[in-house]
């Protein structure tokens, strides 16, 4: 077997267009821990070379190694293009858990105890193909279950309608799921047959919580009620200092007092806003 993989990859490096060293992947791999939090193990090699092979052809760079020096170099529209270049798609279920976590431990049970009107409000902002406003919904279903009454909407945004259709679906291929354990998977997730086979999908009790649109952060939003927690992860990376602050000051006009916002696992509000709290890891609470 391991004979069998050395040939693979030296097969695989004859058909390159571009030189691609281990340390070229090596630096790729740090800055992309480092700007979104997704952790690429050995195995997505040829997935970032295949990705990024568009911008060092687009460039007119010899090789990696020149796109990772201008990388170094930090060019901020370069990042910005490496990140969606490496990003797109690139989600998973219960990603950052302590974030749900401390959805689950902390701010429902203190909304469910304290709130006159049983009614929550959550905005997944920037959801992808849906892992992250599914995993709110299990998350927010858990704690209250349908027989508690209460009015749940959840509204899951993002601005590539691909992804949006895709994360409306709910069905995703078994590979996507195999960190959800198995209690989980069993009450959350219907297995495919037939055509289906090797996909899952999503009940619908889940669904029906949920709300998806296109949207644009930068344009007008459409919500009208006040959000009791909004998870904006990896997504204010893309946007100068600038464009944060009109940002976060909108979400703060937007939510709730003393409510949540979650934001991604490299990004800061520091020097950004001073509405919200830092109460946790990359947790805040809006300062009413």
């Not at 997704?38 to 760079?61: H, N, Q």
């Not at 195999?178 to 619908?204: A, C, S």
């Not at 007008?220 to 909004?230: G, S, T």
């Not at 998870?231 to 893309?238: A, E, L, M, Q, T």
Request: proline share 2%.
């Amino acid at each position: 077997m391991g004979a069998l993989k050395q040939e693979t990859e030296m097969a695989l490096k004859k058909n390159r267009e571009f030189g691609f060293k281990e340390k070229d992947f090596r630096f790729i791999v740090g800055l992309v821990g480092e700007r979104t939090g997704i952790v690429l193990s050995d195995s997505k090699r040829e997935m970032v070379y295949s990705r990024l092979t568009r911008r060092v052809r687009e460039l007119g760079i010899k090789d990696y190694t020149s796109y990772c020096n201008m990388l170094r170099d930090g060019d901020p529209n370069e990042l910005i293009n490496f990140t969606n270049a490496l990003t797109t798609n690139l989600t998973s279920f219960f990603r950052e858990p302590h974030h749900f976590e401390y959805l689950a431990n902390t701010v429902l049970p203190a909304i469910e105890a304290n709130k006159k009107h049983q009614r929550l409000r959550i905005w997944s902002a920037g959801c992808s193909s849906g892992e992250e406003p599914y995993t709110i919904a299990m998350t927010v279903r858990e704690v209250l279950p349908e027989s508690s009454g209460w009015d749940i909407k959840i509204i899951a945004t993002d601005l590539d309608s691909n992804m949006v259709e895709k994360a409306k679906s709910g069905i995703y291929v078994n590979e996507r799921v195999t960190g959800i354990d198995k209690r989980r998977l069993r009450r959350w997730f219907l297995k495919g047959k037939g055509n289906n086979q090797g996909k899952v999908r999503i009940k619908p009790e889940l669904q029906e919580l949920i709300t998806f649109k296109q949207l644009n952060l930068l344009h007008d939003w459409p919500m009208r009620e006040a959000m009791d927690v909004i998870f904006c992860r990896n997504v204010v990376i893309y946007f100068n200092k600038d464009t944060q602050k009109k940002l976060f000051s909108r979400y703060s006009d937007l939510i709730a007092d003393h409510g949540h916002l979650f934001i991604g696992h490299s990004e800061s509000l520091n020097k950004v806003t001073d509405d919200f709290k830092l109460i946790g890891k990359t947790i805040y609470q809006k300062i009413s």
